[in-house]
């Protein structure tokens, strides 16, 4: 069961939150209350305000209850709940009692969160995609290092045994990664977001390959050079603190693992034909990636607080918007979703395990946003509203590829 770690008490603090704590809800408040818990239904959730008023949206037993603190925080919630929930919860207005991801799990399978609005989103420039980027990558290393696991990798792991750590997940992952775009020794890989370097340094070591790697995060990217030149790599793989519509040369494999989420939609054609104009003619490559079964942006709170500019593209987004301008071919496409749930379940478990920490360093509101993060992140997977896309891909009409899924799954890889 997952319980919500113990921060800080006193809600927001001012005069006016505390008055609201001690006084009654009125008859319009327990109204406003009834009309959140019908939107609940048939969600396993327990409500309960400020002054102990009580009210559930199932007979079942629930997963949790949600606290409203002060009357600001359900006035707030009733009018958005996408967007409230998280600045709400953030700043202490709102508590989560009992199983925190089922209390999340339940609200997203109820669909209480979607967006009531279409948000337009500004166009992707290489600019604003390195300013979005920074925000949330350039937090500190020694921050993500709390969490991750050795290798620092910030994508979704591969659990091939189901109870493998989140270490042997994550190395099974990369494994993966380089049999699904077909490495072999003495081929050229271009990676685009490259994070802190793992895969590209795996890929040099195990496969026998050079790598160029693109990231806009100047934190990550020195962290990188750093480990290659400790590992004797630096001359196999060059990490470049540059965009992906920067990419130059020409290249037998491209692989970008967790960076679409961050082009834009208005940039899938570009992508496409970066990857085209970069190719071999026998080129092969992967996507990898979070997704949506349906068009839909992403949750507004994640995206003003920790994703700015984020959208999780469905596979028709990247099959028509990518591949059919970049005219390449899918060979291969599968959905790990529910691999993306367990990391991120071993993600949240570490952070609460280093929540001291975190919050002596960035304070208790910032704890609460990332908890909340990792958490609904875990739910989301979990719940089907997220997906994690590969998609494998090749030159169209390029004959080299794999006559059976068999070689995916060989007990002998290179790694």
Request: with cysteine; charged share 25%; net charge positive.
């Amino acid at each position: 069961m997952s319980t919500r770690p113990v921060f800080g008490t006193s809600p927001a603090g001012s005069v006016e939150a505390r008055d609201a704590i001690r006084s009654r809800a009125g008859v319009f408040d327990r109204w406003l209350l009834g009309r959140v818990v019908r939107r609940f239904r048939p969600a396993r959730v327990r409500f309960r305000l400020w002054d102990g008023t009580e009210m559930s949206s199932s007979d079942a037993a629930p997963a949790g209850t949600i606290v409203f603190r002060e009357r600001r925080a359900l006035l707030d919630f009733a009018r958005d709940p996408d967007l409230q929930f998280g600045e709400g919860y953030t700043a202490g207005r709102i508590e989560v009692n009992g199983d925190f991801v089922g209390v999340l799990e339940e609200g997203i399978r109820a669909g209480f969160a979607r967006p009531i609005r279409t948000r337009r989103t500004r166009p992707h420039s290489t600019r604003s995609s390195r300013v979005n980027a920074r925000r949330h990558y350039d937090v500190g290393n020694d921050f993500y290092a709390l969490w991750l696991d050795r290798e620092m990798l910030y994508t979704c792991a591969y659990f091939d045994p189901p109870d493998a750590t989140l270490e042997e997940a994550q190395r099974a992952k990369m494994e993966y990664v380089c049999r699904k775009a077909g490495l072999s020794p003495g081929m050229a890989v271009v990676e685009a977001g490259c994070g802190w370097g793992a895969l590209a340094l795996f890929m040099a070591r195990h496969y026998g390959v050079t790598v160029k790697a693109y990231n806009v995060s100047a934190e990550q990217t020195l962290w990188a050079r750093r480990r290659a030149q400790e590992e004797g790599l630096a001359d196999r793989v060059e990490f470049l603190e540059e965009d992906y519509r920067a990419i130059r040369g020409t290249f037998d494999a491209f692989i970008s693992v967790g960076m679409l989420e961050h082009v834009g939609r208005e940039n899938y054609s570009v992508l496409g034909e970066v990857i085209a104009r970069c190719l071999t003619p026998q080129g092969r490559g992967l996507l990898h990636f979070i997704g949506r079964d349906r068009p839909e942006p992403l949750n507004s709170w994640m995206e003003r607080r920790i994703f700015p500019g984020a959208y999780p593209p469905t596979l028709a987004d990247v099959l028509e918007g990518v591949l059919e301008a970049g005219r390449l071919s899918a060979i291969d496409v599968e959905n790990l979703r529910l691999h993306y749930a367990k990391t991120a379940r071993a993600w949240r478990t570490r952070f609460e395990a280093a929540l001291a920490s975190v919050t002596a360093r960035f304070g208790e509101s910032f704890a609460r946003a990332w908890h909340l993060y990792l958490a609904g992140s875990e739910a989301a997977f979990a719940a089907g509203s997220l997906q994690l896309f590969q998609i494998a891909f090749a030159r169209s009409g390029m004959n080299g590829v794999p006559w059976t899924r068999a070689p995916l799954y060989a007990a002998d890889g290179n790694g």
